[in-house]
T-cell receptor
């Protein structure tokens, strides 16, 4: 079975500061990894995904994540936070043959002016 | 192009009642998945349907059922509602059923059980 752990349920950064949201996964087979963002009263929007190939994945809105197999991690980063980045962020994992995404519990990002 | 749509937006029911939630996928998408998101938690997988057949089921009781119609829209039914069923129910559609395909989520139906 797969699982996801997101360290830090709340993260607060200043506008312009580095954003780092942590995600560790557990999977006995090669995983597919995803980051989703959820704004208040909205559904989830895909930021980026890793399936195969290059381990550094670039997504929308300036976000990127690096798949590190040795550390079983897929941390999300953005060099400079913007006020509009304030939202809930979810890391998710799946594997071949499994239809479902397994989500972490989420990290709420606050951006201070 | 329209995204995934869900109806109703909000719903209030009492314990023991049953509820039907509806989802229309993005045009051309044949796969629909349902997730339950309890306040403060990540979404949990309930069902996936592809080409009108159930392709996956999460760890939910038999009170939860779903179906997919020939136009690929879907319904989620929950019988004998419990207080713990209060949650945001999300529908997601994708082109194919494999999980590496991007899933596009709708805005959800907020169900409150009193």
């Amino acid at each position: 079975a797969q699982s996801v752990t997101q360290l830090g349920s709340h993260v607060s950064v200043s506008e312009g500061a580095l954003v780092l949201l942590r995600c560790n996964y557990s999977s006995s087979v090669p995983p597919y990894l995803f980051w989703y963002v959820q704004y208040p009263n909205q559904g989830l929007q895909l930021l980026l995904k890793y399936t195969t190939g290059a381990t550094l994945v670039k997504g929308i809105n300036g976000f990127e994540a690096e798949f590190k197999k040795s550390e079983t991690s897929f941390h999300l980063t953005k060099p400079s936070a913007h006020m509009s980045d304030a939202a809930e962020y979810f890391c998710a994992v799946s594997v071949t043959g499994r239809r479902a995404l397994t989500f972490g519990s989420g990290t709420r990002l606050q951006v201070q002016p | 192009d329209a995204g995934v749509t869900q109806s109703p937006t909000h719903l209030i029911k009492t314990r023991g009642q049953h509820v039907t939630l509806r989802c229309s996928p993005i045009s051309g998408h044949k796969s629909v998945s349902w997730y339950q998101q309890v306040l403060g938690q990540g979404p949990q997988f309930i069902f996936q349907y592809y080409e009108k057949e159930e392709r996956g089921r999460g760890n939910f009781p038999d009170r939860f059922s779903a179906r997919q119609f020939p136009n690929y829209s879907s319904e989620l039914n929950v019988n004998a509602l419990l207080l713990g069923d209060s949650a945001l129910y999300l529908c997601a559609s994708s082109l194919e059923s494999e999980s590496y395909n991007e899933q596009f989520f709708g805005p959800g139906t907020r169900l409150t059980v009193l």
